[in-house]
């Protein structure tokens, strides 16, 4: 391991996004990842309302690239910047994104600095994964659901949500039918992704 990646390693990251090169590169990152935002899929046997956007994919290859804090400033960028252009939930959504993006980012990328290896990067992914579905079941029992039954009748997103899953009949089988397994494929098919596109992009965001 070369001097770079050795301060790189014991840094996670701060000193990359500390110069111009870094933060350049964390700048043209989040606006892909801001991008991709508005890009959603359907999951035909989850809840409509839950699509899956692949905008957590540019966070995580400047994370294992950079650094965490690399992609905790994409993921904290992105959503600022939904925020300020196309927000309908007053920033609580944009919140709960950045926490769930974040609970998959630290764990991969903190892996994959301390042990540079393809197997020390899978195991952060598998931890990320899990992570990222405790905390988007967190969030959104006690942040998105209550913020979305103020606008809607909790009654009636759970009917709604009833009939791509007939097992969901209440808030916590909302969460732990819908939510939970969304997260994880979400997790699953970003990691996926990373490991086709990171040896393609990384030479690019490490050269100086």
Partial sequence: MNKTSAIQKKSYGFKSVGTVNGLTKVAILSVVAYLIMFIELPIF?????????????????GGLALGPAAGVMIELIKNI????????????GEFANFLVGIALIIPA????????????????????????????ALANY?????????VMPLEQIISFSAVANAAIVDMKTLVLYGVIPFN??????VAILTGFLYKKISPILKMR
């Fill in 109 to 136: 990328s903190i892996s994959y600095q301390k042990y540079r290896t393809q197997r020390g990067a899978m195991t952060g992914i598998i931890i990320g994964i899990v992570s990222m579905g405790i905390v988007g």
């Fill in 142 to 150: 006690y942040m998105l659901l209550p913020f979305y039954a103020k």
């Fill in 184 to 189: 994880l494929i979400k997790g699953m098919m």
């Fill in 81 to 92: 910047l939904h925020f300020v252009t196309k927000t309908t939930t007053g920033g609580v």
């Fill in 45 to 61: 046997f989850l809840p409509g309302f839950l699509k899956i956007d692949f905008s957590d994919l540019p966070a995580l290859i």
